[in-house]
């Protein structure tokens, strides 16, 4: 009887387990999950109450072209009506409150800009078309500001780009150049984000959890506050074959051998590692003493092979890696009512909102009310985030990394203009929550060709690798798509199946996508 571990219980995880046993033929006793924290879901988080305040790290965006993931919610029944699947509940949600934003810009005064239109001048067009065209092997090392003039960062699209992505200028050529191939489909509604999906509700609630419950069901095992070390590697041959693994709870290691025909999966790094939440009185701060195991245990896995990539290029500035964001739950319908005035578009129809004017760069995203399935009525969630949280705001005087959730929650009512008795108000009547996340967007640090080891190394007999680091030619990092697919491959890759994922969505090959985004640049 053969075992098959993972290391970690992030999206890329629960989707590995359930390909096991829905296209493996596995047992689901015979899978195990170590979890070093005692939640599941990774990046899927998101937790609290109506009184003390809901809280998570992000959400994730969703599109139609994310192939694998609606390929395995379509196997998972909806934690709301177990009659229908995930996809079809996210389906129907989306075509009742479809994305179409009125309002995606807004500068220092407070007024809405026009953001349909691009901003581009002929260097711009020409340097964007290039990067699109450039191979990617030229770009190794290359920042994003090594193939655009300053002008480019002024844009609107740059703005309404980098915010919807979390791409940041210094972040690598690589991955904004495989950014503007995978998702050229929605140049031509950039401004609008119509075609972006949600889910009913917040990402774990809708996602994580159903997925989480299939597996139980089916008796797969998960062991939380369980940290891997290490693994053991079997000497004397070129071919990487995992023999142990190497555990550590509460103080007591254990060893785990690692038998003929077992797996091993192992998501290395992890984007929300030792993120950390403050409340209306305390700024979180910033973690900076890597204690999560899953860097760790990369760092040492790739100490002696090159093959397993190099961390150090993802996880070695975190000044370049970390953004802040905050979770609202307000207790009053005033906020709410102004911004529906303010955007003419009730909650939860119109998509991210940003301050191009802002110090910190801050957006907002308001949902379809409830986004927690036990949210009562009266109370409403919404979240934001903060590129730049070094500097000082433009209305509370401090980097946004120094301040509580009620002085970014300040901040955020300051770009908005509102009356001061109503900002007031607002505040009195709202629990803010923010989060800070070192490594969120580590996945898009400068690298080169082999920082990220293959799913599947070159002669593995039994490991993969899961997940945001973890390479698979064209697509593209910080989606969920992305550890779905890498799970995928991983699964029908040891297990040998006669399967292969469905191939990365290529708007470049569609003549009227083309045209679409060609028509975008001269807006």
Excluded at 32 to 38: D, G, L, P, Q
Excluded at 250 to 274: C, H, Q, W
Excluded at 312 to 327: M, Q, R
Aim: net charge negative; charged share 20%; hydrophobic share 40%.
């Amino acid at each position: 009887m053969s075992h098959y571990y993972f290391v970690g219980s992030g999206i890329a995880a629960l989707a590995g387990a359930v390909f096991l046993i829905r296209d493996g033929g596995v047992s689901g006793k015979d899978i195990v999950i170590f979890e070093e924290s005692h939640a599941f879901g990774g990046a899927f988080d998101a937790h609290g109450d109506a009184e003390h305040g809901y809280f998570m790290s992000g959400s994730r965006m969703f599109e139609s072209m994310y192939q694998c993931t609606f390929d395995l919610l379509a196997s998972i029944p909806s934690a709301t009506n177990p009659n229908i699947s995930v996809k079809e509940e996210t389906d129907q949600a989306n075509a009742k409150w479809p994305w179409h934003n009125k309002v995606r810009l807004v500068d220092r005064d407070g007024r809405v800009p026009d953001f349909h239109t691009m901003g581009f001048s002929e260097r711009d067009r020409i340097q964007l078309v290039a990067l699109i065209a450039e191979p990617e092997a030229l770009l190794d090392g290359k920042r994003i500001t090594d193939c655009f003039g300053e002008h480019f960062f002024e844009t609107n699209f740059w703005f309404e780009w980098c915010t919807l992505f979390a791409f940041e200028r210094w972040h690598s050529a690589i991955e904004f150049r495989r950014y503007l191939r995978r998702f050229v489909h929605h140049f031509s509604t950039i401004d609008t984000q119509d075609g972006i999906y949600r889910s009913l509700y917040n990402q774990y609630d809708s996602f994580a959890v159903p997925l989480k419950t299939w597996l139980t069901d089916r008796g797969v095992r998960f062991h939380f506050g369980v940290r891997v070390d290490d693994l053991g590697f079997a000497s004397g041959s070129d071919a990487i074959t995992v023999t142990g693994l190497v555990t550590s709870r509460g103080g007591v290691t254990e060893r785990i051998p690692v038998r003929t025909g077992d797996l091993v999966f192992v998501t290395n790094g992890s984007m929300t590692a030792d993120k950390r939440f403050g409340s209306m009185t305390e700024a979180p701060g910033i973690e900076r003493y890597g204690a999560s195991g899953a860097w760790r245990l990369w760092e040492k896995l790739a100490q002696a092979r090159p093959q397993f990539g190099n961390p150090a290029a993802f996880n070695g500035v975190i000044a370049e890696s970390s953004w802040i964001s905050y979770t609202v739950t307000v207790r009053d319908p005033l906020f709410l009512d102004l911004m529906e005035a303010f955007s003419g578009q009730p909650a939860g129809m119109g998509g991210l909102i940003t301050f191009k004017d802002s110090n910190w760069l801050i957006t907002i995203s308001i949902y379809h009310q409830p986004f927690f399935p036990d949210q009562p009525q009266g109370v409403a969630v919404w979240w934001g985030y903060g590129l730049f949280h070094d500097r000082p705001g433009n209305f509370v005087r401090k980097p946004m990394a120094d301040c509580s959730g009620a002085e970014i929650l300040e901040e955020v009512l300051g770009h908005l203009h509102f009356a001061q008795a109503d900002q007031d108000t607002i505040i009195a009547a709202s629990t803010c929550i923010p989060c800070t996340m070192p490594y969120i967007t580590s996945q898009f640090m400068v690298r080169s060709g082999g920082d990220r080891p293959l799913v599947v190394p070159d002669g593995s007999t039994n490991l993969a690798f899961l997940g945001q680091f973890a390479e698979q030619p064209d697509d593209v990092v910080f989606t969920v798509e992305y550890s779905v697919r890498s799970a995928m491959t991983a699964v029908y890759g040891l297990l040998k199946l006669n399967k292969a994922p469905p191939p990365v969505y290529q708007g470049l090959h569609s003549p009227q996508v083309i045209v679409d985004a060609i028509r975008t640049l001269h807006r």
